[in-house]
């Protein structure tokens, strides 16, 4: 069964940086990509950032393009994102997730069948 677990959330001021980090089960597909979902208040689920264990191949959203970086540790199954010049609209529940295969764009919710439990993020102005 795969199993994720992120960790790394909490209160920073704005234009701080936070680490997230994404533990997963050791998976037993050729390829697979992890990728980071957030929901604030009221708001739907939206993709952050991807990242295809193969290739590499990362993706962002608009919205973090050049603040955020994903990055993996294949060896120990983590995955990172590091979060910099944050702002209070990047506050939300972050979430990890993953899905079988490699992926060319962000893609949404309905692409990722395994999920973690959410970390918190909080960006004070």
């Known amino acids: 069964e795969v199993q994720l677990q992120a960790s790394g959330g909490g209160l920073v001021q704005a234009g701080g940086s936070l680490r997230l980090s994404c533990a997963a089960s050791?998976?037993?597909?050729?390829?697979?990509?992890i990728g980071w979902f957030r929901q604030a208040p009221g708001r739907e689920r939206e993709g952050v950032s991807c990242i295809s264990y193969r290739d590499g191949s990362t993706y962002y959203a608009d919205s973090v393009k050049g603040r955020f970086a994903i990055s993996n540790d294949n060896a120990n199954h983590m995955v990172y994102l590091e979060t910099n010049s944050l702002k209070p609209e990047d506050t939300a529940v972050y979430y990890c997730?993953?899905?079988?295969?490699?992926?060319?764009?962000?893609?949404?919710?309905?692409?990722?069948?395994?999920w973690g439990q959410g970390t918190q993020v909080t960006v004070s102005s």
């Open positions: 997730a993953a899905r079988q295969y490699g992926v060319t764009s962000l893609g949404d919710t309905s692409r990722y069948p395994y």
């Open positions: 050791e998976f037993t597909f050729d390829d697979y990509t």
